[in-house]
């Protein structure tokens, strides 16, 4: 309603000023303008300041967000409490435009997208946000980027951004193990990667949330089509089969990220996967504190395993805090550094420095967990998740967390008519459709995602 107190204001300043407006040559339209500008102000309500905000925050670091590797996130999220939103406006904001998306519907996107993500201490929307930028940042770096259509960009931004959403804090072995119904839905594949992709499709398919609405069919079909097989990759199941079946292409004669589209969307699905591991190669206290926020997270798994009955998964004991150097050295060490390798022998002529400056980021922070490991220093976590500045769930409460997560609550507030408006993206909803032959439940309904 903010809009009709505005219209008022102007009508009423129109009217008070009818006797000089086109009459008197000496009348100030500079004043008129400041007087109206100052009178309208304040109606707008603290949702839409707060994306002023944060639009203002995204345009200060436009030439850092997605072009500047050790551009700290998490320094930004400390700062504006809505990383994702700023990354996200940084990335997309130049590219939308493209095919007509106003900005409207791309902080409607980035807003909903970012209330999705659960407060877990690890994978929340912190995360997303230090994977879209690393993704972006590797595509740049490696001269991808440059050479990309628009909607390309789109497809890596929004898949990085999206990779995720909807995140309840447990590992996809997890699931499986218990016959969760989300691993049965998706037979035990990629469950938790399928259900991402899932719930970014629901969100783009709020008509207020589609940034790509104004596609044709034919450029839908390509951008999803893209979206899906990011994310779907970044499944660590599959991690060594993908980086062996990328060498191998790398290594052949006929490979070029320049000239084929297949082996351009093969590299960017590697700095997807890489971008989800970004931490492992960024500055020491960035690393450092999100190493201690998935070591947290792990071990409330293992604490819900136990109260359960189940075995306890790897890396998940809380028993074995007394590993956590040795099992992150070993982490970087066998699974992020061959990852970074294979990025890094794409410059064959070692021109992009700052490329090889990612790898040997990554040693830096290796030998660092090393040492701490030949000493035996014991690395004590924080006592509350620093990234929500909530309690850690104890052993017992994961029940509590699971139910905060079905009953579909976010960080961040809805305004009681925006719920009510839009299409529900509940767990209990998701599961629902996808067990009915995606009929969507009440309250929503199935429209095009495209203009048809």
């Not at 991402?196 to 629901?202: A, I, K, Q, V």
């Not at 000239?259 to 450092?288: I, Q, Y």
């Not at 925006?418 to 599961?431: F, G, K, M, V, Y």
Request: proline residues 3%; aromatic residues 10%; negative net charge.
């Amino acid at each position: 309603m903010w809009s009709l107190f505005v219209v008022l204001q102007l009508l009423d300043a129109a009217e008070r000023n009818m006797n000089l407006i086109g009459k008197q040559w000496s009348f100030s339209v500079l004043e008129l303008e400041q007087e109206v500008n100052d009178a309208s102000r304040q109606f707008i309500p603290r949702e839409l300041t707060l994306a002023l905000m944060l639009l203002d925050a995204a345009e200060r670091n436009m030439n850092l967000i997605g072009k500047q590797w050790s551009f700290s996130v998490l320094e930004l999220e400390q700062e504006v409490n809505d990383a994702l939103f700023v990354v996200g406006a940084a990335l997309l904001g130049p590219v939308v435009t493209d095919w007509g998306c106003c900005n409207n519907e791309l902080c409607q996107f980035l807003r909903t997208l970012q209330c999705q993500y659960q407060p877990n201490p690890y994978h929340n929307q912190l995360h997303a946000a230090m994977v879209g930028h690393a993704a972006v940042s590797l595509a740049n770096m490696l001269g991808i980027w440059q050479i990309m259509e628009p909607l390309e960009q789109a497809a890596l931004a929004v898949a990085a951004l999206a990779h995720d959403v909807g995140h309840p804090g447990r590992t996809n072995q997890f699931f499986v193990a218990c016959f969760d119904p989300l691993a049965i839905i998706y037979n035990d594949i990629s469950p938790l990667e399928n259900f991402h992709s899932c719930l970014c499709f629901r969100i783009l398919e709020r008509r207020n949330c589609n940034i790509f609405f104004l596609l044709s069919v034919g450029g839908f079909r390509f951008v999803r089509s893209k979206i899906i097989e990011c994310i779907l990759s970044t499944d660590m199941k599959q991690h060594f089969e993908d980086i062996s079946k990328f060498r191998m292409r790398r290594q052949s004669e006929e490979f070029s990220f320049r000239n084929s589209a297949e082996d351009r969307w093969a590299t960017l699905r590697m700095c997807v996967k890489l971008g989800d591991l970004c931490h492992t190669a960024l500055p020491w206290s960035d690393h450092f504190v999100m190493s201690c926020a998935i070591t947290e997270e792990f071990y409330q798994q293992g604490d819900e395993e136990l109260r359960r009955g189940m075995s306890v998964s790897p890396l998940c004991s809380r028993a074995a805090q007394m590993d956590i150097a040795k099992s992150q050295e070993s982490f970087l060490s066998f699974v992020a550094r061959p990852l970074v390798a294979e990025l890094v022998e794409l410059d064959g002529h070692k021109q992009m420095a700052y490329v090889s400056c990612v790898l040997s980021t990554l040693d830096d922070n290796m030998e660092r967990w090393k040492a701490l490991a030949a000493d035996g220093t014991s690395v004590s976590l924080p006592a509350t998740n620093k990234q929500t500045q909530q309690p850690l769930v104890e052993a017992g409460n994961y029940d509590r967390q699971w139910q905060y997560f079905m009953d579909g609550q976010t960080k961040f507030e809805l305004e009681a008519k925006d719920r009510e408006n839009n299409a529900s993206l509940h767990w209990t909803d998701l599961i629902e459709a996808l067990a009915s032959n995606y009929r969507f439940p009440s309250g929503s309904s199935s429209r095009s995602f495209w203009r048809c």
